[in-house]
């Protein structure tokens, strides 16, 4: 059951071969199992989750089940959900109750889903390895010494160990892909705009978006048919038409132009890793796609913009934490900067505090125009590489993540080494474009190696289409990490 | 060598929209603390802003009265600053691209000193923006506490910002005054100051004539035009005090006290905040199309500088009434709305008795024109019978005290009391001559020179007309009887 695809879980519910309660107290029963190692959870609150399921049981009856209707899903602690503790994995929020629901919540909730708990995450999404979070460091199921990736390292853990059907990620820099990529399952960030972020809690406004992790492109698939749709509370969400994003899985993949960035194997790949992408790509030939060689002239400029326009952002969103309103309060002060200065001191952890000061700095009179409008202008030329390539090519391919996993406490001390883990994704984020990873291989210590597949705006279902028949040509995703076997 | 005073104001204008301008929480004034304050206004993690259209709509409003450009692209912007009052640590307003550009206001200046006349100047727009209001820092209500009421944080202000364009205390107020006025005419704002929805920040420096400007200091939150005008004048005095015995002027922002009637620093420049704006990532730039601009100016109502140049112009009016009938947009609709009924000829007369009698009377009870229980119907209808000489002037006061206190309609009045004037010639004739055959003695005295008398023989027919005869009337057939 914990290895069948959505569509089949589904299938199953709706056969009644199992109840929504059933299925979930089978996950709730994982996760007591191996979340005490894993640590994929912040918050697990089993009544909720069941009297959701029940709900569920009762839309299966009475036949107004949909598809996710009584599948347990985990969901990100960056998301507000009514009811539940959403701490965004600091101790800023350790005590945060959300009064209500994010519009994914919304989503979910309608579709009859069942909410299986909050994931653990890179404290406010600033990580690579979620080892900020306040809540302690997630492992890597394929190898409890080694990260998940980050910041959605709780969501992508928690997929790969079946604590969770599917679960949902943000992405600002590469936090769906690269801990997709590093724990062997399959996640895509829709274009920017495509997922409501009413009630996701920010970290950079114009780089962050939502999206579903799982372990197919099917799954994702329904994931997105769920998540997105326009949301008049974001004014960034676009108003388009809902669309059913596995409409195209069965598309032959005769005539696929794939563009291979020129950029994306040179120096700093992992000789493993780039062993995989390119198996792939002959995989993809066979499938009757075509590869073309591309440039992304701008793309190395990617983490330096990333740097300066994301704590920017993320300086002036996270200045609503100060004590005055809900969350963390510094118990002793003598004054009110005094409360200020103290209790986010106490509240932030290290990553954040270092990106708030970059933020802060790069904002700063005199330095606005070196650094933010600079960081703005590259970030256009960027974006511009990307309209370039797409008139070569149908999708971009190339690694996910330089290397596999590394090991927890590796680059602790060298944050330019961490941030360099998001080579290949960041660029995607700046230009606003949909990428995804998925399953290609395992690298030379075994451990999973990630495809990043970037496509043209609005072009998710195409992307879902080209993942998917891979993953019938191929076993990379079927895998199951043997410390959780399943 | 005498002292130039320059004076360029800022003036926060609160919209007079239901919802705030970036959420769906209520505007209005006087509610309990934080009843008003939803999700947005009390900056929950994850919460996003969405632009009030009211908003726009009055700010493009107020652009088309100040023949601004409106600017085709704005963008907003987060100003960064730390108090808790301010629940996302940040303000969102507009710096760089503001929505409404370079306008102008005329004003009507009335000297405070001597025998100086009135006169007109254009003060000089330089542009205004939409942004969110703060909420307040409730001190003392508990002790040793400053409670937060966040009620108002949201609420959507309109910044205007003139150029340093007035040279005394009476032009800024004359200024403030005329924006007041126009903001409530084009309904974008209430007005309301005691309640803080009309405050003036006002920049005050001092140069000698030919010299560049001078260092300023802003006079921060003025909410009465009496208050503006004291603080001007002590600032002023005290600048021009410090400077002329050797000091200097530091940049500043200033509080005015006027329990005290004197200004205190506030803050120095050295202490101002580095506000680290930039485009807020969470709203989409302020695209405003000419269709949208033309809806608004369709709906924009006549404006006072052009009624007052239609007074003066078509009804032959002295500026000075132009300028009262046109203090608001509710008394000059009065106006317009009696002289449509008495006719263009009688504007002077409606005037008179609009700024003179009218305006007394509500003086006298502390009423708006909006309030007034006489409405322009029935006072045009009491306007009407002066001008056809139905009542005299004295007769015409009582119809007003009729329908002051209780109502109805002057033709119905004047019959009633029977205020009704004698303008029949052969009436009044016989009137005279029964005067002038009981007054035999007093005819000869007349006749033999005595001119004075006239008074006497008016005073004697119109006590036996009861005061109704037609008084033109009556000195002239008096005049033509007496001369023999």
Redesign the interface.
Known sequence: MLNLSLQQQGDALRAKKISSVELTQLYLDRIATHNPVLNAYVTVEAHKSLAQARSADAMLANGTAQALTGIPIAQKDI??AQGWR?T?GSKM?DN?I???D?HVITQFNAAGAVNLGKTNMDEFAMGSSNETSYFGPVRNPWDIKAVPGGSSGGAASAVAARLCAAATGTDTGGSIRQPAALCGISGIKPTYGTVS??????F???LDQAGPMGRNAEDLGLMLNVMTGHD?????SLARDKEDYTRDLSKPLKGLRIGLPREFFAAGLSQDVAQCVQAAVTEYQKLGAVVVDISLPNAKLAVPVYYVLAP??A??N?????G???GYRAPDYTD?TDM?EKTRAQGFGEEVKRRIMIG?YV???GY?DAY?LQAQKIRRLIAQDFVEAFKQCDVIMGPTSPSTAFNLGEKGDDPVQMYLSDIYTIAVNLAGLPGMSIPCGTGANGLPVGLQIIGDYFKEAQMLNVAHQYQMATDWHQRVPATVGA | MKWEIVIGLEVHTQLSTNTKIFSGASTAFGSEPNTQAD?VS??????????NKGAVERAIKFGLAVGAHIAPRSVFA?K?Y?Y?DL????QISQMELPVVGAGALTIQVEPLSGNAKPYEKTVRITRAHLEEDAGKSVHGATQGLTG?DLNRAGTPLLEIVSEPDMCSAAEAVAYAKALHTVVRWIGICDGNMQEGSFRCDVNVSVRKPGEPLGTRREIKNLNSFKFMQQAIDYEVQWQIDTLESGGKIQQATILFNPDTGETRAMRSKEDAH?Y???PD????PLDITPAMIETVRATLPELPTTKRARYTNEFGLSAYDANSLTSSREMAEFFDASVSIVGAAQAKLSANWLIGELSAQLNRDGLDIAQCPINAAQFGGMLARIADGTISNSGAKEVFRALWSEGGEADAIIEAKGLKQVSDSGAIEKIVDDVMAANAEKVAEYRSGKDKLFGFFVGAAMKASQGKANPAQLNEVLKQKLAG
Request: charged share 15%; glycine share 4%; hydrophobic share 40%.
């Open positions: 998301f507000c959403t965004c929020l945060f959300s009064p209500y994010a972020r009413y009630g996701m809690i920010a950079a406004s114009s008049p509370r974001d004014s960034t920017a952002e300086s002036s996270l200045s609503r934490f100060d005055v309103r809900y009110l200020y802060t904002l700063s009179h606005y933010y | 999700a009390i900056a929950l993690p994850g919460v996003l802003p969405v632009l987060r960064n730390f808790p629940p996302k640590g940040y937060i580095d680290r704006y930039f990532p969470d709203l989409l």
